[in-house]
């Protein structure tokens, strides 16, 4: 069977700066795949790509077979492709079981009423917000903040998850219960891209990465392979970080 996600020969030019250049790869079915890269090096535009807010200036994007660059973003989602943003963005002014309906309501399958608020307690439940779903958005931690938001990206059903640097700013414990929630993604059968920087959350959850540095991709294989390559170290990680 095709890979569930195969990028081929991917490139995007702004203006003058060509931002991604001839990038290919693929994430299989169920599998959790690292996108890292100093800063600029592209993950975001990469990801921008496969979910449809920018138009690739060349190149494929497949999800089984099925080519979905040059969709529209809705048009991308239908096709199970969810994904969250370094700023978490709630709805404020909502609740916690609010907001997930509202993706619920525009989202992939268009749940409204009674069916609606079970799904989304469901989702609530899955990301550890069971039971919570009355309260304020304001009051929430940041953990919870990003519980909810993956909640919200859970609420189309995705088959393929883009999560960019969804961990980032938690504590060392929540980063723990952050790594736990990517776990049960993949075991619920989802496949995740994960744009990450902190290489421990990188090792616990990624088998194989992609390292981009300028738009290109330098590295692609094993996690601890890919972290001791010498270009990788060079590039990103720095002298005592392999
Ligand atoms: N809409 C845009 N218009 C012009 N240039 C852009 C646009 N989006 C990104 N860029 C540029 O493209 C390059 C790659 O940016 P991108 O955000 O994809 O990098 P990144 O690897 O995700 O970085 P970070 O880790 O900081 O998020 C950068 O030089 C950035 O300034």
Not at 26 to 37: I, K, N, P, S
Not at 44 to 63: D, R, Y
Not at 103 to 131: I, M, N, Q, T, Y
Request: hydrophobic share 45%; charged share 20%; net charge neutral.
């Amino acid at each position: 069977m095709s890979s569930h996600l195969q990028i081929t020969h991917l490139r995007k030019r702004f203006g003058g700066l060509v931002a991604v250049k001839d990038v290919s790869f693929d994430v299989a079915d169920g599998e959790v795949v690292g996108l890292l890269g100093p800063n600029g090096s592209g993950k975001t535009t990469v990801l921008n790509m496969i979910s449809g807010a920018l138009l690739p200036t060349a190149g494929e994007i497949t999800l089984r077979g099925v080519r979905i660059s040059r969709l529209r973003p809705d048009r991308i989602a239908r096709h199970g492709v969810a994904r969250t943003f370094q700023l978490v963005r709630p709805l404020p002014s909502l609740t916690v079981a609010e907001n997930v309906l509202v993706s619920l309501a525009f989202g992939r399958f268009k749940h409204w009423g009674p069916d609606a608020r079970d799904l989304a307690e469901e989702k609530l439940a899955f990301v550890g917000l069971g039971g919570r779903g009355g309260e304020n958005v304001a009051n929430l931690t940041y953990i919870d903040q990003k519980r909810m938001e993956l909640a919200r990206a859970l609420a189309s059903e995705p088959a393929l998850l883009l999560l960019d640097e969804w961990l980032a700013g938690l504590t060392p414990s929540e980063l723990q219960i952050g790594i736990d929630l990517v776990r049960r993604l993949q075991g619920a059968g989802m496949s995740v891209l994960l744009v990450e920087h902190i290489m421990d959350a990188v090792r616990a959850l990624c088998a194989r990465c992609v390292v981009m540095n300028a738009g290109e991709i330098i590295a692609h294989g094993p996690t601890e392979t890919v972290l001791k390559d010498p270009g990788v170290v060079a590039a990103y990680l720095g002298d005592g970080h392999a």
